[in-house]
């Protein structure tokens, strides 16, 4: 064919024959529009996967360099460059942890802790009312659930403070006692009669002794009171309240009554054990860590507190003599406080309860002293704070004439006079004091 020359034309036959078969084409075609949105979705789809998957083989690659780079580097660079990251690390840690803290200490966090702690404790001592007048049988149960909570929970905050040889003291090793009799040994008379003696003797005089508080916010103290309290009660509903307990527990089978003097001795044998436990895990085996001030006891902490009387007698005596003079009055104590349990509450349901009712009255009146001391001394502080305000403003207005003071409202001294000078009140004389104002103040921290 030529240069330039163009191709024939094909017959008009032919030609209306081909665009009536395209046109055919076009419409079966346009019947997949759908397929070719589906296409173009995965396309741009398929095409962002590309471009994240060079991404990160563009990541790995400069890895691998830095990687190479850094094994071509003299043993000492390498050295160096690993504390500088190691170094970063901590610093990151450390940060992050203080943050943590924080957080935790913040005033938000610290009052949901404490309305926790509220409503467990009030839904606790709720529950316990209704189980012991519907379902004595459950108390049992109700001691150790609340057990399994509040113990560990103890042992991880006494642990962060380095208080944790605390939890070496007669109570904790009591309560294990309890567990183990209603758990493992329900037959024991032995083990039933010292710890019926050790919870109704030492652990619930401690409520007196330790002066324990009910104070529902304070989850420390909500512990401590559970340990203390819970543990008579306990053994209170086995031996007067709990329906036939000689199928559950059948050590009550053997112990109609009690013998006073075995009683004395079975109790006085279980805690012979863990004063000489106690003495040879801490004050021998710890000694070192105890005196240099690392760790705290209940002997060192009664020891450096002067101003109750077992810290002030154990102070008058030679320091050679006073760890055996501690132990040995722990165990006059402990001997003392099972007698009212040896001669009495064993046998009498009635003398139980208003035992019971007495330890608990007391809890409940050092809470409320609690409440009212510490919140009335941070209501003070407050008022003083507010005097003291109240005394800058005026001296920084000191140069306002007469008229301006005037109308600036009462100055320090008639603010201090409030607290005790008369106001008029709907037509009457009253006054008011500091403690009609305490509603007004934030009381949902204690001191």
Same mark, same amino acid.
């Given at each position: 064919?030529?240069?330039?020359?163009?191709?024939?034309?094909?017959?008009?036959?032919?030609?209306?024959?081909?665009?009536?078969?395209?046109?055919?084409?076009?419409?079966?075609?346009?019947?997949?529009?759908?397929?070719?949105?589906?296409?173009?979705?995965?396309?741009?789809?398929?095409?962002?996967?590309?471009?994240?998957?060079?991404?990160?083989?563009?990541?790995?690659?400069?890895?691998?360099?830095?990687?190479?780079?850094?094994?071509?580097?003299?043993?000492?660079?390498?050295?160096?460059?690993?504390?500088?990251?190691?170094?970063?690390?901590?610093?990151?840690?450390?940060?992050?942890?203080?943050?943590?803290?924080?957080?935790?200490?913040?005033?938000?966090?610290?009052?949901?802790?404490?309305?926790?702690?509220?409503?467990?404790?009030?839904?606790?001592?709720?529950?316990?009312?209704?189980?012991?007048?519907?379902?004595?049988?459950?108390?049992?149960?109700?001691?150790?659930?609340?057990?399994?909570?509040?113990?560990?929970?103890?042992?991880?905050?006494?642990?962060?403070?380095?208080?944790?040889?605390?939890?070496?003291?007669?109570?904790?090793?009591?309560?294990?006692?309890?567990?183990?009799?209603?758990?493992?040994?329900?037959?024991?008379?032995?083990?039933?009669?010292?710890?019926?003696?050790?919870?109704?003797?030492?652990?619930?005089?401690?409520?007196?002794?330790?002066?324990?508080?009910?104070?529902?916010?304070?989850?420390?103290?909500?512990?401590?009171?559970?340990?203390?309290?819970?543990?008579?009660?306990?053994?209170?509903?086995?031996?007067?309240?709990?329906?036939?307990?000689?199928?559950?527990?059948?050590?009550?089978?053997?112990?109609?009554?009690?013998?006073?003097?075995? *009683?004395?001795?079975?109790?006085?044998? =279980? /805690?012979?054990?863990?004063?000489? !436990?106690?003495?040879? %895990? #801490? $004050?021998? &085996?710890?000694?070192?860590?105890?005196?240099?001030?690392?760790?705290?006891?209940?002997?060192?902490?009664?020891?450096?507190?002067?101003?109750?009387?077992?810290?002030?007698?154990?102070?008058?005596?030679?320091?050679?003599?006073?760890?055996? *003079?501690?132990?040995?009055?722990?165990? =006059? /104590?402990?001997?003392?406080?099972? !007698?009212?349990?040896? %001669? #009495? $509450?064993? &046998?009498?349901?009635?003398?139980?309860?208003?035992?019971?009712?007495?330890?608990?009255?007391?809890?409940?009146?050092?809470?409320?002293?609690?409440?009212?001391?510490?919140?009335?001394?941070?209501?003070?502080?407050?008022?003083?704070?507010?005097?003291?305000?109240?005394?800058?403003?005026?001296?920084?207005?000191?140069?306002?004439?007469?008229?301006?003071?005037?109308?600036?409202?009462?100055?320090?001294?008639?603010?201090?006079?409030?607290?005790?000078?008369?106001?008029?009140?709907?037509?009457?004389?009253?006054?008011?004091?500091?403690?009609?104002?305490?509603?007004?103040?934030?009381?949902?921290?204690?001191?």
């Amino acid at each position: 064919m030529p240069s330039g020359s163009r191709p024939p034309s094909p017959p008009f036959g032919k030609t209306f024959e081909r665009f009536v078969r395209d046109e055919l084409t076009a419409e079966w075609a346009s019947a997949f529009t759908l397929l070719d949105t589906v296409e173009t979705y995965f396309d741009s789809h398929v095409d962002l996967l590309q471009r994240k998957l060079q991404k990160h083989s563009d990541r790995l690659k400069l890895k691998a360099e830095e990687t190479f780079k850094i094994k071509d580097l003299s043993g000492d660079l390498l050295a160096e460059n690993f504390d500088r990251e190691f170094k970063n690390f901590k610093l990151k840690l450390s940060t992050r942890m203080t943050t943590l803290a924080a957080s935790w200490q913040s005033a938000k966090v610290v009052r949901t802790r404490e309305k926790v702690s509220f409503f467990f404790g009030v839904m606790t001592l709720l529950f316990s009312a209704l189980m012991f007048g519907m379902s004595p049988q459950w108390i049992h149960i109700a001691y150790t659930i609340q057990g399994c909570y509040l113990l560990p929970l103890r042992y991880y905050q006494y642990k962060k403070r380095a208080w944790h040889y605390f939890l070496f003291d007669l109570c904790y090793y009591v309560t294990i006692l309890n567990f183990i009799f209603i758990w493992f040994l329900p037959s024991s008379p032995a083990l039933f009669v010292a710890c019926y003696c050790l919870s109704h003797g030492s652990l619930a005089s401690a409520v007196i002794t330790w002066r324990n508080s009910l104070v529902f916010h304070d989850q420390d103290k909500v512990t401590s009171l559970y340990v203390h309290i819970y543990a008579p009660f306990t053994f209170t509903v086995i031996r007067h309240f709990y329906p036939n307990a000689e199928q559950r527990f059948p050590a009550l089978i053997e112990l109609p009554h009690l013998q006073p003097i075995r *009683a004395l001795f079975l109790s006085g044998g =279980i /805690y012979m054990i863990w004063q000489f !436990l106690y003495w040879k %895990f #801490l $004050l021998v &085996d710890r000694r070192a860590k105890i005196q240099s001030g690392q760790r705290t006891t209940s002997f060192s902490f009664l020891l450096n507190d002067k101003r109750g009387v077992i810290g002030r007698s154990l102070s008058s005596v030679p320091p050679s003599y006073r760890e055996a *003079a501690f132990m040995g009055g722990q165990l =006059i /104590y402990a001997v003392l406080t099972e !007698l009212p349990a040896v %001669f #009495l $509450l064993y &046998d009498s349901s009635i003398w139980s309860g208003a035992f019971l009712i007495l330890i608990f009255s007391v809890s409940v009146w050092n809470g409320g002293g609690f409440y009212i001391e510490v919140f009335g001394r941070k209501f003070e502080r407050e008022l003083e704070a507010l005097r003291k305000e109240l005394a800058e403003s005026t001296a920084r207005s000191g140069h306002s004439t007469p008229e301006q003071r005037t109308s600036q409202g009462p100055n320090e001294a008639e603010f201090s006079s409030m607290g005790s000078s008369p106001i008029m009140v709907g037509g009457d004389l009253q006054s008011i004091t500091p403690l009609e104002l305490s509603p007004k103040m934030d009381t949902k921290k204690d001191l």
